[in-house]
Every structure is written in structure tokens, then in C-alpha cells.
């Protein structure tokens, strides 16, 4: 079982940047996957950026490419996700996620395990 953590939602001005940080127990945490998804009230869990703890290597959705970075601290069991040029289409509650396999799906199905969400609000 691993539980997430999440911090670092509020509100911003459009424009303006927020960083998000989940933090993952056990002592297993190289061998995860790890991602962001966000939800708005009435619409599907949408994937936002992945990334394999093992290996760095990263994945994004197409609406955050560009503006958003995922990173990850192993020493800490921690992930990243440093948000730039938000807009206010980007405003949602965002959700840690973690799957014991090693590819980063966009559905959000094919994740194990999940955090209480954050949420992130920009303003216009």
C-alpha cells in the first residue's frame, strides 16, 4: 500500500506559477511510476505530466507541454510538479498518482494508488 501526500495548491493570477509537491510512502518509491492528473466538477480525470522515479524519463499531456515540469527527489520520495504560465483553464483539483508499472498511461484507470487532490485555482 502506498499513500501521497500532496501540497502546494492556492490561488494565482493567470500568468503566474504554483508548485506542487506529493510525497510517497514505503521504501520502494525508485521502482514507481508517479504523475499529476486534474479534475474539474462534471469532467473526466484529465492526465497532466508523468514520470518514472527509476529513470527520470517524463511524460506530458498535450494542454500542459511547454509550461509544466515534473521532477522527482528520491531521497525525499518525492514528486514535483513546478507549474508556469498558468491560465485559468487550468484550474482544477489536481491528484498525485502512483502505479507499480513502468509506463505512464494517460488513463487514469491503469493507476494504483491516489492522493486526497489539491486545489489549484487561477484567477483571470
Known amino acids: 500500500q502506498v499513500q501521497l501526500v500532496e501540497s502546494g495548491g492556492g490561488l494565482v493570477q493567470s500568468g503566474g506559477s504554483l508548485r506542487l509537491s506529493c510525497t510517497a510512502s514505503?521504501?520502494?518509491?525508485?521502482?514507481?511510476?508517479m504523475g499529476w492528473f486534474r479534475q474539474d466538477p462534471g469532467k473526466e480525470r484529465e492526465f497532466v505530466a508523468g514520470?518514472?522515479?527509476?529513470?527520470?524519463?517524463?511524460n506530458y499531456g498535450d494542454s500542459v507541454k511547454g509550461r509544466f515540469t515534473i521532477s522527482r527527489d528520491n531521497t525525499r520520495n518525492t514528486v514535483i510538479l513546478q507549474m508556469n504560465s498558468l491560465k485559468p483553464e487550468d484550474t482544477a483539483i489536481y491528484y498525485c498518482?502512483?502505479?507499480?508499472?513502468?509506463?505512464?498511461?494517460?488513463?487514469?484507470?491503469?493507476?494504483?494508488?491516489w492522493g486526497q487532490g489539491t486545489q489549484v485555482t487561477v484567477s483571470s
Open positions: 514520470i518514472r522515479v527509476s529513470t527520470g524519463i517524463t
Open positions: 498518482a502512483a502505479r507499480s508499472g513502468s509506463s505512464l498511461p494517460g488513463q487514469y484507470e491503469y493507476w494504483d494508488w
Open positions: 514505503g521504501r520502494t518509491f525508485s521502482r514507481y511510476g
